[in-house]
């Protein structure tokens, strides 16, 4: 293109045109080969695939292997164990009856939470607030409250109402109804964010053609909202299955007192046992590995026709058309109280309590636990090596993650590898955490390289187990930003390098923060697999917290629990701020 | 600035290759000339164009822009798109959210590795010729309007001087006044510049106002290329006629001695050719309407009988007719003075220079073809 000299009229005719001069040209290659393009991506994707493969599959082949070795010494073993019968019943209790109540809570509140006007739409966080929370604060914090002789929500309903003359009850936390129950109003989190998101999708017209033909709210939500976020109630009710099925620390911390075990607290006991059962442990896991492959899978094929949910219109999200929405405030204040400022409460109580006492005494109130616990170097140490570990698995997973992503966004182009990534990836989403731990343990222990008591070896186990998050919310940044603005770089001229570094990286910020947070959180809460892992030199502060639960030190797993709570909600408040800072309007 | 030369490019999707998008595309652009590839939606014109810059491998096919081949399957030449020195402007601007539009602009100079100053000085002058006001340089995308972020999408990809502009439907987002505006800024910037462009519509008016030359897509391949006049003057087939305004007054039949219809009255000279059956295609505007029987018969033109109003509408200085013919619904424009009513039974005659006689064939009109009864005069 040049201008001087050949513009066309004089009316146009300017001097910044007349000036145009040529731009200094680049050399261009007269000659690319298709074939070395395609070869350096496929030989870059087959090393990541390699990388990730190395990180997520030997703990489960060792957890494999293990159950099968001796000719099944380790089944053999569990079905003579006399508690097998119960471990069993308890683990199929808790997985259905955390699907049914949470899929039904998490709709109910997630409709509800559409209705709110501007003003209260805060409180449809609320509902959110558990997948952030420490489970283990929540759990003890639970353990707090409905503690049959001196929980304090056992103590206010005694006083309250009819139970009054009763030393004990009238609840107990420690049964198996409470462990479902506190197992299924953390899930709850889960339904109502994939519920949401789909809600968020559906176009409001559908709800107002409803409701113009004649049909009542109630009619339109059942008739044709509900059918509508089939595939996000299957979604979510399979996950739920899933992470009810590994469900560890409310068994582990709830059942302990009355020996009631799922199958994962029974592999636990069995690797504690000293020596360690490794077999039998292994043999316990099995089935949930199964079961995790199985309804990984089973995800896949419910929702590979997801074209007929896919509504399309411009109005946005669905909203109830009456907005009284007096119920919708109720549930969720309700579930925030119960599910949210209850435990936390009770935490913060016993962890200013000088013991945990029925006697709630606020001038009693006293920093002595936490100076115990700043006093105490194992506990120091914990906290420290939880923000090193954590820092750490953050610095490597999020890259791996936006690999994968990467990998997992141009599926069309590598089909075969996409699709291993995926499976990979995936693996820990399906597999408990808890499971893992006792993989790696395996892997660092008869495998080729001995991390076990090292903290890279928990980093190992924190990359794996954040993965999956993190590749896909990478993975939805980069379909929100969708193909047109890279490859304008492109066009532009920009080379690979420039358009990830100046032009896709700005422009997944937002999505690559909330992956650092949601690593930092997780990794700093991680208990299941950590439990397993760790050493005596590479506590962290789940596993800490256990111990004292263990021994007993209501009051520092008191301060433990709050100090987890504490950095959480430090470090989600950091992730909003950067986000909203970072995030970018489209154009 | 460089010619563009492409054969027999071809591009098939699925996972056979059973979906052929473009199917054996010949063209050339020459130096500073503007083709508009324009057809319906999944002709195949974007694809063609996203083969041009790069963002698709063709299957088949070579592209060469002036004397360098950066595309030859049979050879295995593919340049990359970074390094084709082309400029694409998207449908949707593709404006980066993070950058000003001073960024967006500077982008392809920095990727040229320009200079600082060479920079300056050659974004103030292309911000000056797309008219775009230097304050909004420091603006962020979402801070602009659609017309000044389609100006900052001119501007990307103008700056740098690039062999050959490309446009993707580039204003297909924007409302009907502001499309006009920058249709004639693309023209004049074109007649300023005379850098060589392709551009990609499906607008049949954007197409006659900015091309050089107009090139119409159906099924993947260009059915007719040639200056726009002689597009609309001589379309070659039905469906080219269709997308120029034309649409169909009756289809006749080679009868043992005379031309019969099924779906009209039919009177007027037999077209030249050997084919059994034709349909006669004709612009609403040049349709005479007449009551029936009023009009004085002529063996020197058309004449379609037994048309019924089934509709009029008031268009402010004109009438909008819809007449029935035989099923078939035909929108005519007509300037008001003659009174119409639903029902009246008309005659419909075109000249014979105003008809165009195509072959009937038994190939299903494509979904896309404008239908006879979206008319617009």
């Not at chain 1, 559908?206 to 709210?217: L, M, T």
């Not at chain 2, 005659?347 to 617009?376: G, M, N, V």
């Amino acid at each position: 293109m040049h201008t001087t000299g050949t513009v066309a009229s004089d009316e146009h005719s300017r001097t910044d045109v007349a000036h145009y001069q040529p731009t200094p040209r680049r050399r261009i290659g007269l000659v690319d080969r298709r074939t070395a393009q395609t070869a350096a991506r496929r030989a870059s994707a087959l090393v990541l695939v390699a990388v990730v493969a190395l990180l997520c599959l030997p703990p489960v082949y060792f957890v494999i292997d293990a159950a099968l070795s001796g000719s099944g010494l380790g089944f053999r073993q569990m079905l003579q164990d006399r508690t097998l019968g119960r471990t069993v019943q308890i683990t199929i209790t808790l997985a259905l009856g955390a699907v049914v109540i949470s899929t039904v809570l998490g709709i109910v509140l997630a409709w509800g939470a559409q209705g709110l006007s501007r003003r209260n739409r805060w409180l449809g966080h609320i509902p959110l607030i558990p997948l952030v929370m420490p489970a283990l604060a929540a759990v003890t914090g639970f353990g707090y409250l409905l503690n049959p002789s001196i929980g304090f929500g056992n103590l206010l309903l005694r006083k309250i109402m009819f139970w009054s003359g009763a030393e004990t009850g009238p609840f107990d936390v420690n049964t198996v109804p409470f462990i479902l129950i506190v197992t299924a109003t953390l899930l709850t989190s889960f339904v109502y964010l994939f519920i949401r998101s789909a809600l968020a999708q559906l176009d409001q017209g559908i709800y107002d053609a409803a409701a113009a033909s004649g049909a009542s709210p109630t009619r339109a939500f059942f008739t044709v909202i509900l059918p509508m976020l089939r595939p996000a109630i299957v979604y979510s009710s399979l996950t739920v299955m899933l992470l009810a099925l590994g469900q560890f620390a409310v068994p582990l911390f709830l059942g302990r007192q009355e020996n009631l075990n799922v199958l994962s607290t029974a592999m636990y006991v069995s690797m504690s046992a000293s020596p360690p059962n490794i077999p039998l442990a292994a043999a316990y896991g099995l089935p949930i590995v199964v079961a995790g492959i199985v309804f990984l899978v089973i995800q896949r094929v419910v929702l590979r026709d997801q074209d007929r949910f896919a509504s399309t219109g411009t109005k946005g999200a669905a909203r109830s058309l009456n907005k009284s929405g007096w119920l919708s405030h109720t549930a969720l204040i309700v579930y925030g109280l119960v599910a949210v400022a209850a435990p936390i409460v009770s935490v913060a109580i016993v962890a200013f309590q000088p013991y945990w006492s029925k006697d709630i005494v606020i001038s009693e109130f006293t920093f002595d636990n936490f100076r115990s616990v700043f006093a105490n170097p194992r506990l120091v140490d914990a906290i420290g090596n939880t923000a090193v570990y954590s820092l750490s698995a953050s610095a490597i997973a999020v890259p791996l993650g936006y690999l994968c992503a990467k990998v997992l966004y141009r599926r069309r182009q590598q089909r075969v590898i996409a699709s291993i990534v995926d499976v990979l990836v995936s693996m820990s989403l399906g597999i408990p955490a808890v499971i893992f731990g006792v993989g790696f343990l395996l892997a660092f222990t008869h495998g080729p390289l001995n991390l076990y008591g090292r903290g890279a070896g928990l980093v190992a186990v924190y990359v794996v187990v954040t993965l999956p998050f993190i590749t896909r919310m990478v993975l939805v940044g980069m379909v929100n930003l969708g193909d047109n603005l890279i490859e304008a770089g492109a066009a532009c001229g920009g080379p690979l390098w420039r358009r990830i570094l100046t032009l896709e990286l700005p422009m997944l910020r937002p999505a690559l923060g909330n992956a650092i947070a949601i690593c930092l959180i997780l990794t700093a809460q991680e208990f299941g697999a950590s439990i397993l892992v760790r050493s005596t030199q590479t506590q962290v502060m789940s596993t800490v917290l256990y111990d004292q639960f263990a021994n007993g030190s209501n009051s520092q797993v008191a301060v433990m629990a709050f100090l987890m709570c504490a950095i959480t909600g430090i470090g989600v408040l950091l992730a909003l701020l950067f986000g909203r800072q970072s995030s970018p309007k489209e154009s | 600035m460089s010619d563009l030369k492409v054969k027999d490019l071809r591009k098939a999707f699925g996972s056979h290759g059973g979906i052929v998008a473009v199917d054996d595309v010949t063209l050339e652009v020459p130096q500073a000339e503007m083709l508009v590839l324009v057809g319906p939606s999944g002709c195949g014109k974007s694809t063609t164009l996203r083969c041009l810059a790069g963002l698709e491998n063709p299957d088949a096919g070579v592209i060469e822009f002036g004397d360098q081949t950066i595309f030859d399957a049979s050879r295995r030449i593919a340049v990359p798109i970074h390094r084709r020195d082309i400029g694409l402007v998207f449908q949707n601007y593709a404006l980066w959210p993070h950058m000003t539009g001073w960024d967006n602009i500077a982008f392809p100079l920095r990727s040229r590795w320009a200079s600082r100053e060479e920079q300056r000085r050659r974004i103030a002058a292309v911000a000056e010729v797309v008219d775009l006001d230097r304050r909004l340089l420091d603006k962020r995308p979402a801070q602009l309007s659609g017309g000044q972020q389609q100006r900052v999408a001119l501007a990307r990809a103008l700056v740098a001087e690039p062999k050959i502009v490309m446009f993707d439907e580039p204003l297909s987002n924007l409302d009907a006044a502001l499309r006009e505006q920058l249709r004639s800024e693309i023209r004049r910037l074109h007649e300023e510049i005379r850098f060589t462009g392709v551009y990609v519509t499906h607008d049949l008016s954007e197409a006659m106002a900015l091309g050089d030359r107009v090139a119409a897509m159906t099924d993947g391949t260009i059915v007719q290329i040639g200056r726009p006049e002689e597009l609309f003057a001589t379309p070659a087939t039905s469906r080219i006629a269709r997308m120029m305004g034309y649409r169909r007054l009756c289809a006749i039949n080679r009868g043992a001695d005379r031309w019969t219809s099924t779906d009209c009255v039919f009177a007027g000279p037999a077209p030249d050719g050997p084919g059994p059956s034709y349909e006669l295609l004709a612009r609403p505007d040049r349709i005479t309407i007449a009551a029936e029987g009023t009009a004085v018969p002529s063996d020197h033109e058309y004449r379609v009988r037994g048309g019924v109003v089934a509709g009029v509408g008031y268009l402010g200085n004109e009438q909008e007719l819809i007449v029935d013919l035989g099923g078939r619904h035909l929108r005519l424009v007509v300037p008001l003075g003659r009174t119409f009513a639903p029902g009246d039974r008309v005659d419909l005659t075109a000249r014979p220079a105003d008809i165009r006689a195509f072959p009937l064939s038994d190939k299903p009109e494509h979904p896309d073809t404008p239908s006879d009864q979206e008319t617009e005069a």
